[in-house]
Nanobody
């Protein structure tokens, strides 16, 4: 059974940083792992996706600011977010899927409950 539990969200001023964590278990060894987000009144969007071999891709607006990593010993995913902007305000979810990242977009089969990130100007 796939289980995903995010933490680390909060409120921060523009230009600040946050690190999100996600304890993940029950997914297959070749599954893709990722972060997605959804702002009020907007469609869900992809943030970052990591293939089973560690290759990671980022949405254009997050490149250079966000970094996704994984600690296998702790079964934990991380999303380091720097230079945050008000438009980054959203609910952030970690997610997993058996398909390659290119096939998923933001439509993962499994996702957690989310953690709220609010960036003020």
């Amino acid at each position: 059974q796939v289980q995903l539990a995010e933490s680390g969200g909060g409120s921060v001023q523009a230009g600040g940083s946050l690190r999100l964590s996600c304890i993940a278990s029950g997914y297959g060894s070749t599954y893709s792992l990722g972060w997605i987000r959804q702002a009020p009144g907007k469609e869900r969007e992809e943030v970052a996706c990591m293939e089973w071999d560690g290759k990671t891709t980022y949405a254009d607006s997050m490149k250079g600011r966000f970094t996704m990593s994984k600690d296998n010993a702790k079964n934990t995913l991380y999303l380091q977010m720097n230079s945050l902007k008000p438009e980054d305000t959203a609910m952030y979810y970690c997610a997993t899927d058996s398909r390659p990242c290119a096939w998923i977009g933001f439509r993962y089969n499994y996702r957690g409950q989310g953690t709220q990130v609010t960036v003020s100007s």
